[in-house]
């Protein structure tokens, strides 16, 4: 009777380890990622963010014009770096914890999922991608002062800059709209990638929890990123907000709210959208990244450290 009640009773709630290797490995494949094809795409879709004008092809060409090969890694060094080392650790440590509590107050594995993926989301914008977002942003516009004539400051005097005159606030310029990115980033991808993988099961005969191969990982997560970019518009915001793109009819002291009226009034809806083509196309790379050489990632960290690397990928 009693081995009966033991073994139908709900298995305990645990929280999931946050270990060292795990952020090893989150720090490893974003530095990758964003060192090879991450840093011109994120170039590319910024500036066609920053000058809605410009189609797909005006925008490779004017950040060729920048600097040639160079142009399309401007802001890689220190801020992508910064960026790409630390934002996977916040997330996996942030998301780890709400997901714990979401499924403790009786959240199923899918809403603590998603409530994880969001809370991580909004920790990342604050933590350390609010400043590093507005300096890669600075840097890739600011060469509307060099056409002046003038030869534009560099990195770490852009940067002591801003914080002399604006403070705390003046370096995390579009915070708000790096959060309202990032929650609704990470909770739409989880659950679109979710719906992907169920489609693909229901398509190939798999039951529930049986392994997807390398290529429906790749296929599942890349249409949950690139689907993903519906909130294009928030990024969008996001860049004007921190561009230093000059124009006397910009109103001063920008909120998500003002900004959004302004590309709104100036480009239409199609002006939100801009720079959506290689934001899907940074969302793929991302994914190849993340599972195709997640696997091979994991191994050597797992020889390194000795530890077990239990994040997923």
């Not at 490995?25 to 590319?44: D, H, K, R, S």
């Not at 963010?49 to 890689?76: C, E, I, K, P, T």
């Not at 992907?196 to 190939?204: F, L």
Request: aromatic fraction near 8%; charged fraction near 20%; charge should be positive.
């Amino acid at each position: 009777m009693s081995a009966s009640l033991s073994s139908s009773a709900p298995a305990a709630l645990e929280k999931k380890p946050v270990k060292f290797s795990n952020f090893l490995l989150g720090a490893g494949l974003n530095m990758f990622e964003v060192t090879t094809l991450g840093q011109p795409l994120e170039v590319v879709k910024t500036t066609m963010a920053a000058n809605r004008g410009d189609n797909f092809a005006g925008a490779l060409s004017r950040v060729w014009g920048r600097g040639g090969v160079l142009g399309y890694y401007q802001g890689l060094i220190p801020w992508a770096w910064i960026e790409a080392s630390t934002k996977g650790a916040v997330l996996l440590f942030v998301a780890s914890e709400a997901e714990f509590y979401a499924k403790s107050f009786g959240a199923s594995n899918f809403i603590g999922g998603i409530s994880g993926g969001m809370a991580g989301g909004v920790a990342q914008a604050y933590a350390t991608m609010g400043f590093c977002t507005c300096m890669k942003t600075v840097e890739i516009t600011k060469h509307k002062i060099a056409a002046t004539g003038v030869k534009p400051p560099g990195t770490f005097a852009t940067f002591m800059d801003i914080y002399r005159k604006e403070g705390i606030r003046g370096i995390n310029k579009g915070v708000n709209a790096v959060a309202i990115r990032q929650t609704t980033n990470w909770g739409s991808r989880f659950g679109l990638s979710r719906l992907a993988e169920q489609g693909i099961r229901k398509s190939t005969g798999k039951e529930e929890g049986q392994k997807l191969g390398s290529f429906e990982k790749i296929l599942a997560s890349g249409l949950g990123g690139g689907l993903s970019a519906w909130n294009q518009p928030i990024e969008v915001i996001r860049v004007e907000m921190q561009s230093k793109t000059e124009d006397p009819n910009r109103p001063k002291n920008l909120t998500v709210g003002k900004t959004l009226n302004y590309i709104y009034s100036n480009n239409g809806l199609k002006g939100l959208y801009r720079g959506v083509t290689p934001r899907i196309g940074l969302s793929v790379w991302q994914t190849i990244c993340m599972v195709a050489l997640g696997d091979i990632a994991k191994e050597a960290i797992e020889k390194l450290t000795g530890d077990k690397v239990t994040a997923k990928h």
